[in-house]
Structure formats: structure tokens, C-alpha cells
């Protein structure tokens, strides 16, 4: 019988976060290895690795690290006839805005993710792997560098891994707290010793030129921490979890304006948000209600809660589905114009203006675009000091006109995924908000100059002395 | 003339917080564990920058021009291939910071929770000045008596315990500006 210090909520089915908030469980390897730990890494090794990555194909694994793009395909875009080494790498950046998932299972269930990377690396030929981890992480950065130790003392990584005639290497690499080091290919950048500055796809997708400009997998903690719940449990049957092309299970964090946020592990698509935000969630807050929600990390479009969708099923015909009933999987999130990314659920209530949400989101996006491509370096700025205008009070209508089209001229026009982080929030939230944002503006604010270099030129230009 | 180009080129300045830290000096000890730390990048030297900063921030406070040069000769790298990624990187500092030094996360679910409270009240109890801060280029102020300082960070993957903040490296969520006087005195005893 497992218990729990914060029993998961009976709606909850765990296969990732089985041990976090587990009593009695700890970090070690031999508290692992008495839970049956390294089991599965022993069944794998005795496969051909062309299997596992077959098994990945069949249990339907989409990425959890944002894109969703499945685990398997990514896998066999290793160029066939490759005679260069190839890396594997775990993105442990986890820095997208309300995502919090990674670091519980890199805090309290090392093991599971280390076991997770060598049937990956076992399946991808992959002899050095690396483990980018964020900076702000620096207690998960240790207990993962003695996990490894650990693990290489008992022989599950190192020369010859259990007999196999499989040599493998697992090292942890610390970044510096840049938010675009969660890019992959920035993130690549990063761990060649350089500053993290996104490549251009393509030809540089990492599965042919990655790290040293050799193939490369790049997967998030938990996408690869699924991929030994894989092998237990055969892909056939992992695809029975969650619904047909969403399969498995997913970490969803929420955080913002609800009586009880945290963290579920949920069937993908089993759950509507109306349960999440209220069975697992409790609701609004007393004397409060729900506005709007960030579907998946703060780079996903915002949905209001009152909005309905009109959507495509597969066969070509159209549904209405109102917000609260739209079920938490891939697909129909995108049908929605959102995206599931990261998990990371953001509510807001009435209370909030979104305004200062939009402030907030593009200070983050101004701060951490990489400043390679002038879009997104200069777009993501402006978008800022447009919205601090409007929270000031400074703005006039034509400022939300002027915001969406800088946010339109950065989407679509950048090296990266980044230029649509930072955009979207924007689009979205002047497309659902727009009379709320225009109410705050006045006209008579176009003529006011906006800073003081421009007060002091038309002082000038009106002839008075400066 | 200084010794060094880099030594001129660096925004390396003296704070309260200075003096709580040793000057930059190579060890034998801290030298055998940066030599370890390359090994973990048998195919390019050059990866091991980032955490050979890593090692002589932590143990030094903030990154010299000096350590920056023997980073740079370590590896066999010109020293502004060093000096691009320090400038680069949020996590990198070139001033000493205060002896404790806290990261408020101020993100959307934090800002929610109250984090630019807890800013507030941690700068009003530890009688810092943030009003010539800004966030690109001097993110980092520090108490007059140096034992505190403050920065802003963006989103620390907690958001369901905001508002949350890092202190050196020890992790404090569900912070509200209530607790702030609390949190600090966690750190007032100790020396
Ligand atoms: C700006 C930006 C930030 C990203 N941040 C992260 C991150 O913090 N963690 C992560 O796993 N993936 C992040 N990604 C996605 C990665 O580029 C990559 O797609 C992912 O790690 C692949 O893993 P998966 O297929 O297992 O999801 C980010 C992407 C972009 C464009
Ligand atoms: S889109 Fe932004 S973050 Fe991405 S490469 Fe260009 S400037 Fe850098
Ligand atoms: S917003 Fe503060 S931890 Fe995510």
C-alpha cells in the first residue's frame, strides 16, 4: 500500500509522480531498487533496440516538453546511415512560465528519470547523454549527480551496463538562467560552452545536427520518464491510457486564482477543464469567478471562460464546445487555437485586469528573448513598453492597435518558436480582451509626449526654450 | 595601462557585499575539481564554460576579469568567448552580490500571489534600494551592510506554491510578503 504526505486526488492515475509525496520514499538507490527500480532497464536491454523505439512508435508518446511532437518519430529522423556518435539530452530547463512538473520528478525521483535515459539511450545508440538542467534547480543538479554515481556504482550506467556490451555516460549540465536555453537548439548552443543562440531550422534539427553537429535527441524529464513506463508496460497497452492520439498520462501544474493549485497526473483527454478547475481544483476563490485561463504554459493563447468554440472533428463536421467542457488533450486545445505545451495552467479570476497580466508576460518575453533576430528583440521590447503605457494609464486606443500589429510582424518572422511565445500571448489577449484593454486607454493620450526626450523636443519645436 | 585588456573592458565594481567574499585565487583542490568537472565533455573542452563559472561563482561570489582570463587560458579559448557568455547569461555576475543573495520569482502566478509585495517588503527590511535597478542591466541590489541582496527572476517552476523566492541556493515557497521578516531572520543568525 503507498501512501501519501499529499494524497493524489481520486481523479488522478500515477505512473510519473507515483513516488513524489510518497511516505517513506526518499532518493535513494536502494529505496528505488526495493520498488522494483531498474526492472524495466534490464527488460529493455534485453531487446533490439529497434524494438524499443518501436514500442515508443506504438504507445503513441507526444512530447511533454511543449510541441508535442511524438517521442518514437523523433527518434527514427537519426539519419540511417550515420556513422557520427550521437548524443541524447534531457531538457531539464523547465522555465517556461506555469510549469512546475519537472522539478518534482528530478527532486524526489531521480532514479526514475535516470532509468528513463538509458532505455533511451540504449534504443538511440547514444553513448554520452546530458541532463540540462536550469540553474535555479541547484539542489536537483546534486541529488541527480548522486543518483548518477549511484547508478554507475551498481552498474546501470557506465561500461558494459548490466552485462550488455552497452557502455553509457550520464552527465548533469547547469545552465545560467536564461529562459532560451529551453529551446533545444539553443539549449545546444548552451552545453557547446557558447551563448544560447537558437539555430535555424533547417537544416539544423537536432536528430541530424545537434550537439557538435551530430545527431541529437532532445526530450523533456517527463517524456523521458515515460518512456520506461513504456517498456513495463508494452506500447499496445500504454496507448489504452489517455484517448486515441493523445495517449498516456500528463503532469498538469495550475497555478493562478483557484482554491487548491498543484500539480495531477491525469489519462490525457479524460478530464474536461470544468473538472479540473473544479473537482480537482475547488473552484474559484469565495465571491470570485473564472475570466481566463492559460491552457499550456504562458506562451499558449488565452482562452476565456465564457468563450465557445466552434471545431472540426476528424470526419470533417462541426461542433460548438463551450470552454469549460473542452477535454485537456493535444488536439482539441489546438482545434481551440490554443495548445496543451507545457501542462501549465494559469487562471485568472475577475480580479485581475488583463492588462497587467499582459504587462507581466511581455516584461518575461522582453527579458528573455536571445536578441539574435531584430523581430523578436526589438518587437519584444516594444510590446512591453506598450503595455506599461497602458497600465499606466498613459495609453491611447491606437497604442492596442499599434501592440497587436508589432505582435504580427514578430510571429511567423524569427529563427525560433520563440517569436510565437512571445507573440501569441498578445494576440490573444487584445482578440478576447480588446474592449477591456481599449477602456483603459483615452484619446487624449496620443498627444501626450511619452517620454521625456520627446516632451523636451516639442517644447523646442514650439518654439520655447529647452 | 592596466595589467589586462578584459580588466578594462569589465563592469566588475566594488559593493557592501564585496567583502564578504574571498578574492579570486586558484587552489589546488578547486583546481583538481575543475579539471574533473572538463572531463565530463570528452568531445569539446569548450562545454565545460559554463560550469567552470559556475565553480568560481560559487566559491567567489561574482566573475573577475581575472577568473575570466584563467577560464579562458583553461580551456584554450580567447578570454571574449568567456566574457560574451558572462554577459550573456542572468545566472552570471560580475560585482559581488550581498552575502545572502534572494531571487524573487515575478512571473505571472507569482505576481498573483504577491510577489512584488514580498520584494517590497524584503527591500523596506533590509533597507535596500532598488530604485536603480532595472532588469536588464543592473538586476542585483545589495543592503548597505552587504548582507543582503535582491534580484527579480522570472518564472522558478513552482507555480502552484507562489509567491516563491531562492535564497543562495535554498528554495522558500508559499513567501508572502508576511513571511518576508520571518525568511530573513532564518538568515540574520547564521554567519
Ligand atoms: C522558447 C522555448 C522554450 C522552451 N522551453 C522548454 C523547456 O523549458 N523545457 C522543455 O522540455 N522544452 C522546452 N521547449 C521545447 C524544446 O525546444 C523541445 O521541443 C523539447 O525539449 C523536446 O522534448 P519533447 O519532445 O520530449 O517534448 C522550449 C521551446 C521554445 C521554443
Ligand atoms: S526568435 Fe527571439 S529568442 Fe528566438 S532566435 Fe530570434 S531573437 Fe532569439
Ligand atoms: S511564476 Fe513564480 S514560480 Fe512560476
Redesign the interface.
Known amino acids: 500500500m503507498i501512501t501519501y504526505s499529499k494524497p493524489p486526488h481520486p481523479r488522478e492515475h500515477r505512473l510519473i509522480f507515483k513516488n513524489v509525496d510518497r511516505q517513506g520514499w526518499d532518493t535513494s538507490i536502494d529505496c528505488y531498487l526495493q520498488d522494483g527500480g531498474y526492472e524495466d532497464l534490464k527488460k529493455a536491454l534485453g531487446m533490439e533496440p529497434k524494438d524499443i523505439t518501436g514500442e515508443v512508435k506504438k504507445s503513441g508518446l507526444r512530447g511533454r516538453g511543449g510541441a508535442g511532437f511524438p517521442t518514437g518519430m523523433k527518434w527514427t529522423f537519426i539519419p540511417p546511415n550515420n556513422t557520427k556518435p550521437v548524443y541524447l539530452i534531457c531538457n531539464c530547463d523547465e522555465s517556461e512560465p506555469g510549469t512546475f512538473k519537472d522539478r518534482y520528478i528530478v527532486h524526489q525521483d531521480p532514479h526514475q528519470l535516470i532509468e528513463g535515459m538509458v532505455i533511451s539511450c540504449f534504443a538511440v545508440g547514444a553513448k554520452i547523454a546530458y541532463i540540462y538542467v536550469r540553474e535555479e534547480f541547484p539542489q536537483a543538479a546534486e541529488i541527480l549527480e548522486k543518483a548518477i554515481e549511484d547508478a554507475r556504482e551498481k552498474n546501470f550506467v557506465g561500461k558494459n551496463v548490466q552485462g550488455s556490451g552497452f557502455d553509457v555516460e550520464i552527465y548533469v549540465h547547469r545552465g545560467a538562467g536564461a529562459y532560451i536555453c529551453g529551446e533545444e537548439t539553443g539549449l545546444i548552443e548552451s552545453l557547446e560552452g557558447k551563448r544560447p543562440y537558437p539555430r535555424i531550422k533547417p537544416p539544423y534539427f537536432p536528430a541530424a545536427l545537434g550537439l557538435y553537429m551530430c545527431p541529437t535527441i532532445v526530450n523533456n524529464v517527463e517524456s523521458l520518464c515515460h518512456v520506461k513506463h513504456i517498456i513495463r508496460m508494452g506500447g499496445d497497452e500504454y496507448a489504452k491510457l489517455g484517448v486515441p492520439r493523445n495517449t498516456g498520462t500528463r503532469i498538469i501544474g495550475v497555478s493562478g486564482d483557484v482554491k487548491k493549485p498543484g500539480y495531477f497526473e491525469i489519462e490525457v483527454g479524460k478530464l474536461t477543464m470544468r473538472e479540473l478547475l473544479y473537482e480537482l481544483c475547488g473552484g474559484p476563490k469565495d465571491g470570485r469567478e473564472f475570466k481566463a485561463v492559460i491552457p499550456g504554459g504562458s506562451s499558449s493563447k488565452i482562452l476565456r471562460c465564457d468563450e465557445t468554440f466552434k471545431i472540426k472533428g476528424p470526419d470533417g463536421s462541426e461542433r460548438s464546445l463551450d470552454f469549460m467542457d473542452i477535454p485537456l488533450d493535444f488536439d482539441t486545445l489546438a482545434a481551440c487555437g490554443s495548445m496543451a505545451g507545457s501542462g501549465g495552467v494559469i487562471v485568472m479570476d475577475d480580479s485581475r485586469k488583463m492588462s497587467w497580466v499582459l504587462n507581466n508576460l511581455n516584461s518575461f518575453y522582453a527579458h528573455e528573448s536571445c536578441g539574435q533576430c531584430t523581430p523578436c528583440r526589438e518587437g519584444s521590447m516594444w510590446m512591453k513598453k506598450i503595455s506599461d503605457r497602458i497600465v499606466d494609464g498613459d495609453a491611447s486606443p491606437e497604442d492596442v492597435e499599434t501592440l497587436e500589429s508589432v505582435a504580427y510582424q514578430i510571429d511567423g518572422k524569427t529563427v525560433c518558436a520563440f517569436g510565437e511565445a512571445s507573440s501569441w500571448p498578445v494576440e490573444a489577449i487584445i482578440a478576447k480582451f480588446r474592449e477591456e484593454l481599449v477602456a483603459e486607454t483615452d484619446p487624449k493620450n496620443a498627444e501626450k509626449p511619452h517620454n521625456a526626450e520627446s516632451a523636451a523636443q516639442r517644447k523646442f519645436l514650439a518654439g520655447e526654450s529647452a | 595601462m592596466s595589467v589586462s585588456p578584459l580588466q578594462d573592458s569589465i563592469a566588475s565594481h566594488e559593493t557592501p557585499g564585496t567583502k564578504f567574499f574571498p578574492p579570486f585565487e586558484m587552489t589546488p583542490e578547486l583546481e583538481a575539481e575543475i579539471d574533473e568537472r572538463i572531463t ?5 573542452k ?6 567552470l ?2 565553480i568560481i561563482q560559487h566559491k567567489f561570489g561574482y566573475l573577475s576579469a581575472k577568473s575570466i582570463e584563467w577560464v579562458a587560458k583553461k ?1 584554450e579559448l580567447e578570454p571574449i ?1 568567456v566574457l ?2 558572462v554577459t ?5 555576475r560580475q560585482s559581488a552580490p550581498g552575502k545572502f543573495h534572494i ?1 524573487v520569482c ?4 507569482c ?2 500571489g504577491g510577489s512584488g509585495e514580498l520584494m517590497d517588503r524584503i527591500c523596506e527590511l533590509t533597507g535596500i534600494d532598488r530604485s536603480q535597478s532595472d ?2 542591466h543592473h538586476p542585483i541590489a545589495v543592503s548597505p551592510c552587504g548582507r543582503f541582496s535582491v534580484e527579480f ?10 509567491p516563491v523566492c ?1 535564497v543562495n ?1 535554498d ?1 522558500h515557497e508559499g513567501v508572502t510578503a508576511e513571511k518576508a521578516e520571518e525568511l530573513l531572520g532564518k538568515y540574520k543568525e547564521e554567519n
Open positions: 565530463h565533455y570528452p568531445d569539446s569548450r562545454s565545460a564554460t559554463l560550469p563559472l559556475h580551456l568567448k560574451e557568455v550573456f547569461y542572468p545566472g552570471f531571487r515575478r512571473t505571472l502566478s505576481a498573483m532588469s536588464h527572476a522570472e518564472c522558478l517552476a513552482s507555480c502552484g506554491t507562489a531562492l541556493d528554495f
